[in-house]
């Protein structure tokens, strides 16, 4: 069992930047898919970017230009660094992680933007 937790959501303004970070409690062997995905009241999940073992990344094209995904194998840490920060981008975000069938979900990451 992997427990991802999260940190480093928040409230920052329009225009800002914001990064979250997702511990993994175990190191990850093997073949595995990390990301991030976001949700709003009354909306699907949606995922919006990926990181997988061999270090390719893809992005939602919502989010390319503004949001990066990188990892720290040593750490066992993804982080999501967040700029130009819009009031849509406002949601709750959860770091996800798939290991075979598994699927993992950190506890979820409220950001808000607002002047």
């Known amino acids: 069992q992997v427990h991802l937790v999260e940190s480093g959501g928040g409230l920052v303004q329009p225009g800002g930047s914001l990064r979250l970070s997702c511990a993994a409690s175990?190191?990850?062997?093997?073949?595995?898919?990390m990301g991030w995905y976001r949700q709003a009241p009354g909306k699907e999940r949606e995922r919006v970017l990926t990181?997988?073992?061999?270090?390719?990344?893809t992005y939602a094209d919502s989010v390319k230009g503004q949001y990066t995904i990188s990892r720290d194998k040593a750490k066992n840490t993804v982080d999501l660094q967040m700029n130009n920060l819009k009031h849509e981008d406002t949601d709750i975000y959860y770091c996800?992680?798939?290991?075979?069938?598994?699927?993992?979900w950190g506890q979820g990451n409220p950001v808000t933007v607002s002047s």
């Open positions: 996800w992680l798939k290991k075979g069938q598994q699927n993992y």
């Open positions: 990181i997988v073992t061999g270090g390719d990344t």
């Open positions: 175990t190191i990850i062997y093997g073949t595995y898919i």
